[in-house]
């Protein structure tokens, strides 16, 4: 079973509607990566919503900065 990359809870299987109901919404909250080409971990829906409180309380300009920032750290991890 998936382990939450936030706090270790077992991450229960998802039904086929729900991963579509996932995708859906990151596209929405994440504009920046539409195709879900950015690295990712899976959480669970409590650090989700955790996480939304404080995704949804940055500026447009800040959650860009963010993503950059992120991309940035993946670049570098896999150049070793």
Same mark, same amino acid.
């Given at each position: ?18 991963? =579509?109901?996932? =995708?859906?919404?990151?596209? =929405? ?34 959650? =860009? ?16």
């Amino acid at each position: 079973m998936s382990k939450c990359a936030t706090c270790q809870d077992d991450l229960p299987k998802m039904t086929f509607w729900e991963s =579509i109901r996932n =995708i859906a919404e990151y596209r =929405i909250n994440f504009p920046n990566d539409p195709e879900m080409k950015f690295p990712m971990e899976i959480i669970c829906d409590d650090c989700y919503e955790r996480y939304m409180v404080y995704h949804n309380s940055l500026t447009p300009a800040e959650r =860009i900065e963010l993503d950059k920032q992120a991309k940035e750290d993946f670049e570098n991890e896999k150049r070793g």
